[in-house]
């Protein structure tokens, strides 16, 4: 990479027009692989999210989708503009992304068509792969990201998110994960990207999937729901926790979350923990429910766009962020309003 400096003449003119020049010739050879996260053959919120951001650094984008049937996502994700190509993996191998598998079929499309950047979202599937990736191409990985200012620099949080950080890469490849609430999710249109076999690659024997115990919902999905209730220790139980959440999200139509606290206390399953080391949300509405507000929480959820609070503790930290907040027994306050919602 090269490094400009701006010099200012004796005159007081800038001397910009080369620099200009140069990030324009940069800017053109700038292209970029999407990793598509799907499942039962429907793409993943985040990756829609990821294409926006992806979209920010100019140039190509092509789109890698693997798996034992990946056709028919291939030509969903062909659909989206900006999608210049999609690359296909068709192997059962793929099918449940594990990363010892997925990341040397990264690194060969990034070195058969010299792609300068590769990104996936923030989430689990793109946590797990790209550190792998990184570390087989022997570059640096830009964490959650949430701006891009240009093609080698980005806007990360650090400090769980009470401070924001802008990092330049020097290296040739940027492997990069993507705060899907940072970025609005892209919207289908008439492309129609062509669509080419991935290049081959090795697939690892040492790592082999043996099964997954999941558990089927009705209720949006935590990650992309609009509406979001969580709970926290002071709920006390598991009992209390299933019966006052989900009730409660039932009658707003909610998807429902959990603190770090409620999740090692056994509340829940730690699938629901919202926070620096669960899921980053950003619902249109956030009620939390007898939560504190640590930091690592807050990191989670703070850029939700009204944050309601339920909580006996007027001094709780979580009530100086929340747009609205209830300082009242939550055995109380939650069954009245679940019982309003109904009707």
């Not at 793109?126 to 806007?155: C, H, M, W, Y």
């Not at 769980?160 to 993507?178: F, L, P, Q, R, W």
């Not at 090795?202 to 558990?215: A, I």
Request: hydrophobic share 45%; proline share 4%.
């Amino acid at each position: 990479m090269f490094a400009y400096t701006i010099q200012v003449a004796r005159s007081g003119v800038r001397a910009t027009l080369p620099l200009l020049h140069r990030r324009y010739a940069t800017a053109q050879s700038v292209s970029s692989l999407l990793l598509v996260e799907h499942k039962d053959n429907n793409i993943a919120s985040s990756t829609f999210n990821t294409l926006t951001a992806a979209s920010k650094l100019g140039g190509s984008i092509t789109a890698l989708v693997a798996g034992e049937n990946p056709e028919q996502v291939a030509t969903t994700i062909a659909k989206f503009p900006g999608v210049s190509k999609v690359l296909t993996a068709k192997d059962k191998a793929y099918e449940h992304g594990i990363s010892e598998v997925y990341a040397p079929l990264v690194v060969a499309a990034q070195k058969t068509h010299n792609f300068t950047h590769l990104l996936a979202s923030n989430s689990a599937f793109g946590k797990n792969i790209l550190p792998r990736v990184a570390a087989l191409l022997d570059v640096a990985q830009i964490s959650d990201i949430i701006g891009i200012e240009g093609t080698d620099t980005f806007i990360r949080p650090i400090y769980a998110g009470n401070a924001i950080a802008k990092v330049k890469s020097n290296d040739s490849v940027k492997v990069v994960t993507v705060r899907s609430t940072a970025f609005p999710a892209a919207k289908e249109g008439d492309n129609s990207a062509p669509t080419e076999p991935a290049p081959e690659s090795e697939k690892s024997s040492l790592t082999e999937w043996v099964g997954e115990e999941l558990q089927k919902s009705d209720r949006p999905e935590l990650g992309s729901a609009s509406r979001v209730v969580s709970g926290g220790r002071a709920l006390k139980s598991r009992e209390n926790f299933d019966k006052l959440m989900f009730s409660l999200a039932d009658a707003l139509g909610a998807a429902v979350g959990a603190s770090r606290a409620a999740v090692d206390s056994g509340y829940c399953d730690n699938a629901l923990q919202v926070g620096q080391t669960g899921k980053v949300v950003a619902p249109d509405l956030y009620l939390a429910v007898g939560i504190s507000g640590a930091i690592q929480h807050i990191a989670g959820m703070k850029d939700s766009k009204v944050i309601a609070a339920i909580n006996n503790d007027a001094e709780a930290p979580i009530l100086q962020i929340a747009d609205f907040g209830l300082i009242a027994d939550l055995f109380t306050a939650v069954p009245e309003l679940t019982e309003k919602l109904k009707k």
